[in-house]
Every structure is written in C-alpha cells, then in structure tokens.
C-alpha cells in the first residue's frame, strides 16, 4: 500500500473538457508538489503548496491542499493536448526530509 | 536550460557489463537522488546522498552502488548489468532544507540485453 493514493492511475479525455486527478492520504504533510513528466524525461515541477487549505493557480490548472494536509487535488479547465503526461503528487512528512512520490495519473487529452 | 544533467541519454549493452551512469548538478544542491521508473509508472527511490561521502540506499533494493566524493556529481555504477535492469534511471537534486522541490535530470534509458 502507497503512502500516497493517487485518482485515477489513467484518463483519456477529449480536449476542451475539464478533469480531477486526486491525491490522497492517512498521514499528514508539511508540504505536497505536483509534478508533471513527459515521456522520456523527468518529472518537472508545478506547484508547491505548504498550508492546509491552500489554494494555487498555475493558467489553467488549480491544486488545492486539504485543510488536514492529508490530501490534496488538482483540477484542469479546458484540457489541451499539450496538458498529456504523467501527473506525479509528492508530499514531505516534515521540512527537509526526502518526497514520499504517489503512483501517478496518466493524462491523455486526445484532440 | 537543465541545471541537472545525466548521461548517457540512451544506452543497451549486453549482460554482465560493468556500466556508470553519471549525474552532475550546477546549483550546489547537497541532497540528490537516484529514482528508477519503468515507463509511465511510479518512481522508486533506490539511493540518495545528503552532502559528500554520505550515501544511503533508497527503498527499492537494488545491486547498483553510488558514490558522493564531490557535492555536483553522484554517479551509479552497475558491476554486472542483467536483463532485470532495464529500466529509466532518474537523478534528482534539491537544496537542504524548507519545502523546495526536486529538480530532475531527464534521465538515461538502459536496456540491458
């Protein structure tokens, strides 16, 4: 069992729709990243968000802490192709200690 | 432009060689990070380092070793390559403390025939 669940493991979705890939925990973070990875390369990241509750915009893409640092989600408005990848939640149990990687989402926004 | 770079980018070579993936780092990071990832799936931590002449091995055993004898590079060496090892390899690289977040190389795709 994964430290980090990570909603759904894949979703094939046309452009132009919306989605919500979730990330979920029993235990506590101090703080959670996205990543985003693109065939044959490494992981890059998105966001960092450190307080429960918090709330980031990064263009089209939300991610949103829960308010127990627990879970956390992020949302995409209007998908484009240019969106496919492999999204990869992170979380650090205390500051300075290595991420804690979920199994990832396989987003595929067919044209 | 990547502060982080690993080579080679692609290699295959035959079982039983002795093989030294490199990675070396210009931001001064002291913790990085050796991931290994099967295409599209998750990433398993399989050594890491916290400054010079300290290595740790990750939570994915693994018959590769490391070593940390200058802060920019941290090599992984294979004695004897086997089929099973074919995989992507990952280095990442992040600065002590706070909540910074990994900076990846892109990797090297090895395939061991």
């Known amino acids: 069992t994964q430290l980090l669940e990570q909603s759904p493991q894949f979703l094939s979705i046309q452009e132009g729709e919306n989605l919500t890939v979730y990330c979920n925990s029993s235990?506590?973070?101090?703080?959670l990243q996205w990543y985003r990875q693109e065939p044959g390369e490494g992981p890059v990241l998105l966001v960092t968000?450190?307080?429960?509750?918090e709330v980031k915009k990064l263009k089209r893409l939300t991610f949103q802490f829960g308010d127990a640092r627990k879970d956390s989600s992020l949302h995409i408005t209007a998908a484009q192709p240019g969106d496919t990848g492999l999204y990869l939640c992170?979380?650090?149990?205390?500051?300075?200690?290595?991420?804690?990687f979920g199994g990832g989402t396989r987003l595929m926004v067919k044209p | 432009e990547a502060d982080i770079y690993q080579t080679p980018r692609y290699l295959v070579i035959g079982t039983g060689k002795k093989i030294t993936l490199e990675c070396s780092q210009t931001?001064?990071?002291?913790?990085m990070y050796w991931y290994q990832q099967d295409p599209g799936m998750e990433l398993h931590l399989i050594h890491y380092?916290?400054?010079?002449?300290?290595?740790e091995k990750g939570d994915l055993s693994s018959e590769s070793t490391v070593s940390r004898i200058r802060t920019e590079h941290f090599p992984l060496t294979l004695e004897s390559a086997r089929p099973s090892h074919t995989s992507q390899y990952l280095c990442?690289?992040?600065?002590?403390?706070?909540?910074?977040?990994?900076?990846f190389g892109s990797g090297t795709r090895l395939t061991v025939v």
């Open positions: 990442a690289s992040r600065p002590t403390g706070g909540a910074y977040g990994y900076t």
């Open positions: 235990s506590v973070f101090s703080s």
């Open positions: 968000v450190v307080t429960g509750g």
């Open positions: 992170a979380g650090v149990k205390n500051a300075g200690n290595m991420l804690t």
């Open positions: 931001m001064g990071h002291d913790k």
């Open positions: 380092s916290y400054g010079v002449n300290s290595t």
